[in-house]
Structures are given as C-alpha cells and as structure tokens.
C-alpha cells in the first residue's frame, strides 16, 4: 500500500510538471502567433504603400511629390545624388534615404513647395 502512495505521489509531481509544460508551451505558441500577425500586418501595409508608389510612377505626367521617400525620388528620377541631397540639406545616410520630403523639411525648417518645385524643374532639365 505504501508504495502505491508512493508512486501515486510520484505520478502526481510527473504530471504537475507536464501541466507546467504544457502552459509554457501554450504561451509560447500564442506568443509567437501574435508575432507573426504583427509582422505579417506590418509587412502588407508596406506592400499596399508601395503598390500605391507604383501605380503613380507609372502614370503620365509624375512629378516629385512632397510625400515621396527620398530613395523613391532617387530611383525614379534623374537627379543626382549629390544634388537632391544639397537641396534637402542632408547627408544622405541610409535613414535619410527612407525619410518622406515632408519630414526632412519640417526636421530642418525647410519650405516643402518650394523644395517640390525645384525638385520638379531639376528633374525637367
């Protein structure tokens, strides 16, 4: 009889900890379902964005607009480096290069029309 308790304790604890297992397993497992949502949502916003970017630089008649990652402008337009960086007032590190126009103007207190607009006449020449 004692070493039924005794295996009856034994077999108690051995199951305690498979609980405690399957806990951590389960909050693991939901911990990285999450993960993958978050990303997988992050990921599609940024594939409909460029979507949108597409569609327009495939359209007649592009101009360089204000909301337009500096990368975009350079991709997709013949200006170069050096100058579209003059004329934004950065170093054209890989952050400045993913920052919109708007943001590096209203950063450095530049007026964003009149950047656009010159961005515009440069791409013309």
């Known amino acids: 009889m004692k ?3 005794g ?8 199951m305690e900890k498979r609980d405690d297992w399957k ?3 389960s909050v693991v497992i939901i911990v ?8 997988g949502l992050r990921s599609y916003e940024k ?4 979507e949108e970017h597409k569609n327009y630089l495939e359209g007649s008649d592009v101009k360089i607009e204000c909301w337009m990652p ?9 200006i170069p480096e050096e100058v579209l960086f003059r004329e934004l007032n950065i170093t054209g590190g890989f952050s400045d290069r993913k920052l919109k126009i708007e943001k590096i103007c209203e950063k450095k207190g530049l007026d964003c029309k009149m ?3 010159n961005l515009n006449f440069l791409k013309d020449v």
């Open 70 to 78: 500096v990368a975009v402008v350079l991709d997709n337009f013949d």
């Open 32 to 39: 990285l379902i999450l993960l993958i949502c978050f990303f």
């Open 115 to 117: 950047i656009v607009d």
């Open 47 to 50: 594939y409909r964005i460029m």
């Open 7 to 14: 295996l009856l304790r034994v077999w108690k604890k051995e």
């Open 3 to 5: 070493k039924l308790a």
């Open 23 to 25: 806990i951590l397993c």
